[in-house]
């Protein structure tokens, strides 16, 4: 692996530590988000020098959050890893469910909860609505990034 990347790949793997993902996450993202091709589990263990069990871990967490996902191989019985064309709007998609299953929670358990619980349900009142805020406006949010993909697309053609 070139130096710059190799550079990039730290870098996206303590980025994401800092965002509560563990650092082989984000090394395994940042070394698919630059590569142009699928990459078995082996191959990626490999690359990271890492531990096959680390990598797949790893590899499960990010396509469970939208962010890679897997593809086979035509006769080739192993799992491949890729970034598909556009992670950020499946992200997006994962994460809007996500808070959609939170402001089921939230409406649920305030509506179980006694009249004494009055700041407890207030806060949760204010964390659906916050939710579904968040729920609404990421449908605007992606037609936005079609829209300025489609304007880059135009620009090059």
Not at 67 to 84: A, K, N, P, Q
Not at 119 to 135: D, I, N, P, Q, Y
Request: net charge neutral; glycine share 8%; charged share 30%.
């Amino acid at each position: 692996m070139e130096g710059s990347v190799q550079q990039f790949v730290e870098r996206m793997g303590l980025l994401c530590e800092r965002e509560g993902m563990p650092r082989g996450a984000g090394r395994l993202f940042g070394l698919l988000l630059v590569s142009d091709r699928a990459y078995s589990l082996d191959e990626l263990t490999e690359s990271l020098q890492a531990s096959k069990a680390s990598v797949s871990t790893n590899a499960r967490m990010l396509e469970s959050l939208g962010l890679i996902e897997r593809v086979s191989s035509l006769g080739d019985r192993r799992d491949f890893y890729r970034v598909g064309d556009d992670p950020w709007e499946r992200m997006l998609r994962v994460a809007q469910g996500r808070w959609a299953d939170m402001i089921q929670v939230f409406e649920e358990a305030q509506a179980s909860f006694p009249a004494t619980r009055r700041v407890g349900c207030e806060r949760l009142a204010s964390a659906a609505r916050f939710h579904r805020l968040l729920v609404e406006r990421v449908d605007g949010l992606i037609q936005s990034w079609r829209e300025h993909r489609r304007r880059r697309t135009d620009d090059a053609a």
